[in-house]
């Protein structure tokens, strides 16, 4: 009995610290519009997306003008082309997660 018992308040105490995010302001966001360090916002999630970069490129676009901005609008419509990323480009972009917006 005691053993659920240590089992259930270890469950719950690695959740609640699990559970915190890092919370990014605007400022911090824009200090991240570089290629040397390319943070972007999406919905409300921000994302270190440096080192694919390079990656992108091969796809044909340059992301690096999205650098420290939201680029919500821009993923979501791959720029002006109207479609939306494939479910294995969301996929990929949760890797890049590094914590959530904090509007101001
Ligand atoms: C920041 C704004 C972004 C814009 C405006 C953008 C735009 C584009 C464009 C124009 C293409 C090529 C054309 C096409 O395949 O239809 C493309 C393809 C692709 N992008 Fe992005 N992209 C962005 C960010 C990202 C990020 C952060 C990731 C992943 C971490 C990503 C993953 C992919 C993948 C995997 C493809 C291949 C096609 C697909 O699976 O949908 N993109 N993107």
Do not use: N
């Not at 044909?60 to 109207?82: E, L, N, P, V």
Request: hydrophobic share 40%; glycine share 6%.
């Amino acid at each position: 009995m005691v053993k659920y018992l240590v089992l259930i308040i270890g469950v719950c105490f690695l959740q609640a610290v699990g559970a915190k995010e890092k919370m990014i302001s605007s400022e911090e966001l824009k200090l991240h519009g570089t290629s040397a360090s390319c943070w972007i916002l999406i919905e409300k999630t921000v994302y270190d997306v440096t080192e694919y970069i390079g990656v992108h490129d091969s796809l044909r676009y340059d992301i690096r003008k999205w650098c420290g901005t939201d680029s919500t609008m821009a993923y979501s419509k791959k720029d002006q082309s109207g479609k939306a990323h494939s479910k294995k480009a969301d996929l990929l972009l949760k890797k890049f997660k590094i914590g959530l917006y904090q509007p101001d």
